[in-house]
Structures are given as C-alpha cells and as structure tokens.
C-alpha cells in the first residue's frame, strides 16, 4: 500500500461529520474533486451542507455547476453561494435555474453575487416564495423587478448590495412579503432609480443604511418600524429627506461618514436613543437647537472630521445624563486632518460634565495638536464624577509619553483624585 493509501484510509476512517465539515472548508470545486480518491469518496460531498462557487477570477461553467447541484443530495441546504460575472458563456438564465435548483433543497442561505452592465435580471418565482429561506445577501450590478406576490416568511436576515431596483414599488413589494425580517443592510449606488426607499416593516430590529457615492441628490427614505433597536447611517451622500415614524424601540444610533444632513429633523427622531455615535464635520449642517438626548448615556464622536471639536459641545449640552465619551481618530496619521480653526471652550460646563460623566476614552489622541489637547484638558478640569480616563497613544516616544501624562493629570480636579488613568 503506498502513502497515499494510508493517509486516504486514515482520513476515510473520521466521522461522516468530521469530514463534511472538513469539505466545507474548502472550495466546493475542490471539495468535489475529493470523489477521485476512492468509492466511498464519491458521495461524501454531496452530503455538504454549505456549497459556494466563485467564477469571478477563474471561469466556472454553470453547466458544471448545475450537473453538481442535480447531485447533491442532503435533505437540507444551510448555505448556497455563487458569485459570477455575466458573459458570454454565464448568463442571467442559468443563475435562474440555479437558484431554482437550490430552492428546491430546503435552502437556509443564499448569497448571490452578479457582476453585469445594468441589465435586467428576472429572478425564478420560487425565489420570492420559499418558505425555508433564512438569509438572503444579493450583490448585484443588475435592475430588480419585484412581482406583487411576495412570500418570504422565514427570512430574518436581508442585505442589499449594489440592488437597484425597477422602481419604488419593487422596493415595497420586496419587503411588505417579509414579515419577520430582523436585519436589513442595504448599500445604494449611484445609479439608484429608487427615488424613496420606503422601509415599513414591523418586525425589523437592525437597519443599516450606506448611501452610495455619486451625484444623485434627491434620494429619500421612509421609515417606520416600531420593533427598530440598532440604526447605522453611512456614506458620502447627502440624507436630503430621511422621515422616521414609530421608532419607540431605538436604542442605538451610527451616524458614519455621512457629509451633509440636509434635514436636520433625522436628529430630532434619535431623541430616545441610549447609545449614538457621530462622524460628522460640523460645517456643513446646523444642529438643532433644543434637541435633548434625554436617554443617551454613551457617546461616541470621530475626531478625524475637520473641526470636529465644534460639534462636540453641542452634544455635550443636548445630553444631560452622559456617562461615557469615546472620542476616536482611526487614522495613523498625525496631520491626515488638517486643523483649521481652534477650540472655544463653551461659556457654561455642560450638565453632564459636572454630575453625570464617569468615562472618558480617547483612542488615536493625537498628542501634538493643540485644539485636542485643550479639549482633553477642558473635560478632565470639568467632570466631577470621573472615574476612568483612557488615551491611546501613537507616534509618541517614552520621554513625550511621560510630559503628556504628566500634563493631563494635573488639570484633574481635587474631587476625582481617585480616576484611573491608563495610556496605551
């Protein structure tokens, strides 16, 4: 017996269920070419839970891809990806059948990435009525036509990548088919023919929204969902019309990298919310005046946004029971962010400085800048209550570290000798 004898006795003698999860590891086109090494190899991949093929570097026929589903033979298919770019050897018929194929063996998750020039794309019905269907994340540079009788019951999960759709009524034909949906990630190219994403939907509790780049600028959203828990804005778009109705449940805000807030009204429905984070330059939007964050207790502000520091007083004021602010810099770089302007500290010490702050966090505290270190100083001086101040460090030698720790720790009031401070 030779030594790939052994080691394929040795491998054959693991649990069916060591081995399937051992295939699963590998790509199925791989995973399917372990049917050579013996009879009894011949079937194990077909009893693969997860099946995922990827054409987009190297050519996949879905003929080929199609024989293999037809042989695959597990009761339940927990996971079914492919991801392809449109040709004239691929087209929009065989991922039809394919999907089609899949659905037909109970499947849990379909991810489904289709590269193609902006052409229609008509998914199989069976697509919008499978009742074991848990998760759907299509990634696709095609136009979706939604038909009326939409029937996904089952569905918790629903990303939306790069989908555009026929029109809005596609949008509500999707989702209103729907009803236990939990999680919805969307991201709009600039190409976008939906002119109001319309998001009514009793059961979501994840929203997150990534408004593509481009020069679109009447894109608008409504929103009502009054199981909604976690809401995450992002991208360089301008929200020009954002209406959130019914949001009782909102607990958590993201607010990323968004440039423009044309309806400042987006930040007077976040009321409520217990956790916010800001990615915001001041600059280009004005804050409401008499918004309070009655609820809100964690703070997150990016210091990497041109003249950031204007906008944190503001929410400083607008959140009375504050108990933690992290502001952070991701970026290494020390003048990535040019300053321009310089801190005012605010004429009254916000209410939460003075009774309610108890953690202050600064990741990426870039040491050498002036305005930063004078907010850094402003709030240490002002708190009461402090008990744990952290800053994160970089681009700083041992000599620097000592000075600016020194320097931080004076300004501490004698009430709060009892902070732990700690630099990383």
Known sequence: MNNRSVVTDKISQLPEALILQILCLLPTKVAITTSVLSK?????????????????????????VCKSLLSHKAPVLQSFGLKVRLDGRNNAVDIGILIGIAMTRNLRKLVLEVYFHRGSFAFPRSLYNCETLETLKLILNVVMDVPSSVSLKSLRTLHLLAVDFKDDESVINLLSGCPNLQDLVMRRNSSSSVKTFTIVVPSLQKLAIHNGSGRQQHWGYVINTPSLKYLKLEGSKAFESFMIENVPELMEVHITDVSEIIDEKLLVFLTSV??????LTPTVFTFPTGIIFNQLVYLEVYTNKKEWWKLLPLVLHSSPKLQVLKLIDDIDWMNFVEASGE??????????????????????????????????????????????????????????????????????????????????
């Open 274 to 279: 217990k956790r916010l984070s800001l990615a």
């Open 343 to 424: 801190w005012n500290q605010p004429k009254n010490v916000p209410e939460c400085l003075l009774f309610h702050l108890e953690t202050f966090m600064w990741e990426g505290y870039k040491w050498k800048r002036e305005e930063e270190v004078e907010v850094a100083k402003y709030i240490l001086k002002n708190t009461n209550r402090l008990k744990k101040a952290m800053f994160s460090l970089k681009c700083i030698s041992s000599e620097e570290r000592l000075v600016v720790v020194k320097d931080l720790k004076n300004v501490v009031r004698a009430t709060t000798n009892s902070c732990q401070f700690q630099f990383i």
């Open 40 to 64: 009894k190899w011949q079937s194990h991949w077909k009893m693969m839970p997860k099946l995922k093929f990827d054409s987009f570097l190297r050519r996949l026929d879905l003929e080929n």
